[in-house]
């Protein structure tokens, strides 16, 4: 069996020419196992957690510092440091891989933000709005499914980056071309029938509304529930039906609206009562 690694520094018995690029591929590959597979302070308890933490940070500096230009080190090095509470120089790490090009580390970044700045009005923050959204659009325009997919939610939410629903559009487009593996073509092309109808342009709320369409009657309630929305001023009772319709099983998209159509009596008879229950 190998013998486990162990950081080779000082190491007395290396007699080869060839043993330095094989302790840093050592190093790397340790590096990289740990961010998968980290021990769990619950399993080995706080003081032997702390050591590996400390360990597994040593481990992919030393590989860092043999790779430089290797973004996938980089990034496990940032969530070393952030086990052992080194945040800056965490962040500094992602910067220097999301410099390269990477786009998960761009992703990281934003999702530094999100987690850990967004909502901490105590804490310094590290990773500010702007550069969390810069970072998001920029791995985007490098192709990457999540962040094609986050950036067309956020835009459409103006959170963290401006609304803009003609650029929510676009990047939905993109989305749904090259989905991310956590979301299905069809609940991406919900998203975009959804934001299709939002349009100022009557040619883009036309193809939502054909789009919403034909997902609802392939079984989706939640585009059935959109699809209310948008039609809900030119026809006020197909609109209730099918937010009623809806209801079993896209409640938060469609309790909303049809609970505001039953008060005001839009589509059929008032009922407030029930509005209220709702």
Same mark, same amino acid.
């Given at each position: 069996a190998a013998a486990p690694? /162990? *950081?080779? =520094? #000082?190491n007395s018995q290396t007699t080869s020419q060839s043993a330095p690029p094989a302790r840093a591929s050592a190093a790397a590959n340790e590096c990289l196992r740990l961010k998968d597979n980290r021990p769990s302070s619950w399993d080995i308890g706080e003081e032997k957690h702390r050591q590996a933490m400390q360990r597994w940070t040593d481990i992919c500096q030393q590989a860092v510092t043999a790779e430089p230009a290797n973004p996938r080190l980089r990034i496990a090095l940032a969530h070393a440091l952030f086990s052992i509470d080194k945040r800056p120089d965490a962040v500094a790490q992602l910067r220097a891989a999301a410099?390269? #090009?990477d786009a998960d580390a761009l992703v990281e970044i934003y999702e530094w933000h999100k987690s850990w700045e967004r909502g901490d009005v105590d804490r310094v923050q590290l990773v500010d709005r702007k550069e969390a959204g810069d970072a998001l659009r920029k791995a985007a325009e490098l192709g990457h499914p999540f962040a094609m997919h986050r950036l067309a939610v956020l835009l459409d939410r103006g959170e963290i980056v401006k609304r803009d629903n003609a650029e929510a559009i676009r990047w939905a487009e993109r989305s749904l071309q090259k989905p991310d %593996? !956590?979301?299905r073509p069809e609940d991406i092309a919900v998203l975009l029938g959804r934001l299709l109808t939002k349009s !100022? %342009?009557? =040619?883009d709320r036309a193809r939502g509304r054909d *789009? *919403? =369409?034909r997902l609802s009657k392939a079984g989706r309630s939640d585009a059935r529930a959109y699809l209310a929305v948008s039609i809900r001023a030119d026809d006020a009772a197909r609109a209730r039906t099918l937010l009623e319709d809806a209801m079993r099983g896209a409640t938060g998209a469609a309790l909303p609206p049809l609970? !505001? /159509? *039953?008060i005001? #009596? =839009?589509g059929g008879q008032a009922d407030p009562a029930r509005a209220l229950k709702l």
């Open positions: 690694f /162990m *950081l080779t =520094e #000082g410099a390269t #090009g %593996k !956590d979301w !100022d %342009k009557p =040619e *789009l *919403l =369409e609970a !505001d /159509m *039953l005001n #009596g =839009e």
